[in-house]
């Protein structure tokens, strides 16, 4: 199964807003809102930040925000932290296999 | 509080089989959904799949025909096999819950095990 797409990295300033983008098909991001995004530092296992499209579970900073239009999924992180700085994935679950599909990560770099 | 953990090998040879068991604690694996994700160095996350404690499982396509997962209630745990092993397989190999099958929401994975390295080596 295809792989979602997203940009390799992003980068940001302390303070600013980033967005990453998750692009996938009607087959998987576009057909349900079944979309959630983790955070992974180096050598950690991921973390969920959003589901769902749009909900943070608890304990997550309301400075990262989920949203979808059409095929392509995306998560803000506002007000820009130092600790923001990892890999990020989104995923989502496909009707192709009925299965879970990743994106490829996106690595943010806190100037 | 949910914790998860890998074991097994870190150093597997070309050919052999892949043996990986996540034990579980502070809630019960029955009600959930337990899948295995992996993540070759450098590189991201690959879904392998998942079961249900009654016994269902899906496997990705791409491993479909290597992978084998089994769960034993009275112990809490739940395993991995892979076949034929190659250093295509080299990997960090996590374990994960989620509350719902994949096709409702059960891409939400919300405990994750810290994930094990294994090497295909010969």
């Known amino acids: 199964q295809s792989a979602l797409t997203q940009p390799a990295s992003v980068s940001g300033s302390p303070g600013q807003s980033i967005t990453i983008s998750c692009t996938g098909t009607?087959?998987?991001?576009?057909?349900?809102?079944?979309v959630s995004w983790y955070q992974q530092h180096p050598g950690k296992a991921p973390k969920l930040m959003i589901y769902?499209?749009?909900n943070r579970p608890s304990g997550v900073s309301n400075r990262f925000s989920g949203s979808k239009s059409g095929n392509t999924a995306s998560l803000t992180i506002s007000g820009l932290q130092p600790e923001d700085e990892g890999d990020y994935y989104c995923n989502s679950y496909t009707v192709t296999t009925s299965l879970v599909v990743f994106g490829g990560g996106t690595k943010l770099t806190v100037l | 509080q949910v914790q998860l953990q890998e074991s097994g090998p870190g150093l597997v040879k070309p050919s052999e089989t892949l043996s990986l068991t996540c034990s579980v604690s502070g809630d019960s694996i029955s009600s959930y959904y337990w899948s295995w994700i992996r993540q070759p160095p450098g590189k991201g996350l690959e879904y392998i799949g998942y079961?249900?404690?009654?016994?269902?499982?899906n496997y990705n396509p791409s491993l479909k025909s290597r992978v084998t997962m089994s769960l034993d209630s009275s112990k809490n745990q739940f395993s991995l096999k892979v076949t034929t092993m190659t250093a295509a397989d080299t990997a960090v190999y996590y374990c994960a819950r989620a509350r719902n099958p994949p096709y409702y929401g059960g891409n939400r994975f919300d405990y994750w095990g810290q994930g094990i390295l294994v090497t295909v080596s010969s």
């Open positions: 769902d499209v749009n």
């Open positions: 079961m249900f404690y009654s016994g269902s499982t």
């Open positions: 009607t087959s998987d991001v576009g057909g349900y809102d079944y």
